[in-house]
């Protein structure tokens, strides 16, 4: 008599979110306060998200108050900007705080559409759910611009991505390419044990000292309120695209060792050829060039444009309403892709997911 076999159900949740980063946890601070079932998938070995392969002496842009997440603030502890490691501690303990059900390391490789429910094609098997947050960010999908002559450079290209400290670049002949926060607090540290330039389009706008991040947030959500609601907005002096002074930043700026100078006009085999036409040798360049939205698994779905974006209304995808995106910038939210602006995109995502599950509020919740 043939041996029966044994059939597995397929896992099926209410709500799963694709990522267990700050994105993914903000999320579900908001799903738990409803009677459903929720899952946070996360492709990362530990709680931290992304944060846990930034560089050694990263810092936050404002202070611990305003760098956290919805319900718990992040604890002081003694410094006024929490560096990496403080981060990634204070992630892990919110997930073990809110006692929220990561599942981790799992690795989505496909989202596709059943006429019930989507369908997650997974490392450790199929997972179904009725409605999907995508919360996977950038941190794995960066962005490195086209130069000429970039495939005969000999000397080694890195990208934010890929460094951690300074000290493999001592004594060596470096360009840092980016005129962000990242390419500020890189060449700040680079300076000190390199001879460095910092390639940027325009000259960089330094905040003032006593304007941290919370100061821009403030303003910059201030001018996006104005301009969604079709309101005149008072143009403010700060973007958020200058540069905090973060201790490290404030220290080189003084010493004179933060100018910048204009883009290379080609790379060679042994370094770059300047605008003006002169040749000078690198052994290095560090791409401080951003990201692009991590989204390859959603393919299935049909939802991405040619740049690989989705097209939303609010965070919720236009194609297929069953999918919202957080963490991947203003096209998601403003400010989205931070600590402190996280909240409003994960609260409005979790929330439209519970309206379209008919969900109940727990009670003992909040």
């Known amino acids: 008599m043939p041996a029966k076999t044994e059939s597995r159900a397929i896992p099926s949740f209410d709500v799963v979110v694709i990522g267990g980063g ?21 492709g990362e ?34 410094s006024q900007w929490p560096h990496r490691d403080e981060v990634i501690d204070y992630l892990r303990h919110y997930e073990q705080r809110y006692q929220l059900p990561v599942k981790r390391p799992v690795t989505v490789h496909d989202v596709t559409a059943g006429p019930q429910r989507l369908h997650l094609a997974t490392d450790h098997g199929e997972i179904r759910a009725r409605a ?29 991505v890929d460094y951690d400290r300074p000290e493999p670049f001592r004594g060596r002949r470096v360009l840092v390419v980016g005129g962000g926060n990242s390419g500020a607090q890189l060449m700040a540290e680079l300076a000190t044990v390199a001879e460095v330039s910092w390639v940027t389009f325009e000259p960089p706008r330094f905040l003032p000292e006593s304007v941290d991040g919370r100061v821009l947030f403030e303003r910059a959500s201030a001018l ?47 370094g770059v050829i300047w605008p003006d036409g002169t040749e000078e040798a690198i052994d290095d360049v560090i791409w401080c060039t951003g990201f ?21 209304e609010g965070n919720r995808s236009s194609v297929e309403p069953r ?14 892709a931070t600590l402190m602006g996280v909240m409003r995109s994960a609260r409005q995502a979790s929330e439209g997911s519970v309206r379209l599950l008919g969900a109940k509020r727990w009670r003992h919740r909040s």
């Open 45 to 78: 070995q530990a709680g931290g998200g992304a944060w846990q392969h930034m560089w050694a002496s990263l810092r936050t842009f404002s202070p611990a108050r305003w760098s956290s997440l919805p319900g718990w603030r992040m604890p002081e502890q003694g």
């Open 224 to 270: 996006w309120r104005a301009r969604q609601s079709g309101e005149a907005a008072v143009e403010t002096e700060y973007g958020l695209g200058d540069i905090v002074q973060t201790p490290a930043v404030h220290a080189a700026l003084k010493q004179g060792r933060l100018g910048s100078v204009r883009p290379f006009r080609a790379l060679t085999e042994s």
């Open 323 to 336: 999918l919202w995106l957080v963490g991947h910038g203003n096209w998601t939210g403003f400010a989205s």
């Open 292 to 312: 692009r939205p991590a989204l390859n698994h959603l393919a299935g779905l049909g939802v991405q444009d040619d740049a690989g974006r989705v097209a939303v």
């Open 132 to 160: 999907v947050i995508n919360a996977t960010g950038s941190w794995h999908h960066p962005y490195i611009p086209a130069y000429p002559g970039q495939q005969e450079f000999r000397g080694r290209q890195w990208h934010t």
């Open 22 to 42: 700050q994105a993914g946890l903000a999320c579900g601070y908001f799903l738990r306060r409803y009677a459903l079932r929720f899952v946070i998938l996360d």
